[in-house]
């Protein structure tokens, strides 16, 4: 299954998933995803707009954390 995909949006502002997505994400038979607008993309997640806010949370709070091991790095402390 591709990893990457277009959807086109109508003049409605109507899009549709395709078919091996909506399927591995368990929205086959409909459902919601949630959307977070971040300036310069969009992030898109099935299961709401709880579930998108949980998972750009996650991710900053890994980056933030894959950070502060940089700054404790000794090999960085010198520089």
């Not at 409605?12 to 994400?25: C, D, F, K, M, N």
């Not at 086959?28 to 998972?55: F, N, R, Y």
């Amino acid at each position: 299954m591709p990893s990457t995909s277009t959807v086109k949006v109508s003049h409605r502002g109507q899009a549709s998933l395709p078919a091996e997505i909506r399927h591995r994400w368990g929205i086959s038979d409909g459902g919601e995803v949630g959307v977070i607008d971040l300036g310069d993309a969009l992030l898109v997640v099935p299961g709401g707009l709880g579930v998108a806010k949980a998972e750009l949370l996650r991710v900053l709070h890994d980056r933030f954390e894959a950070g502060l091991d940089l700054l404790q790095d000794p090999d960085l402390a010198d520089q």
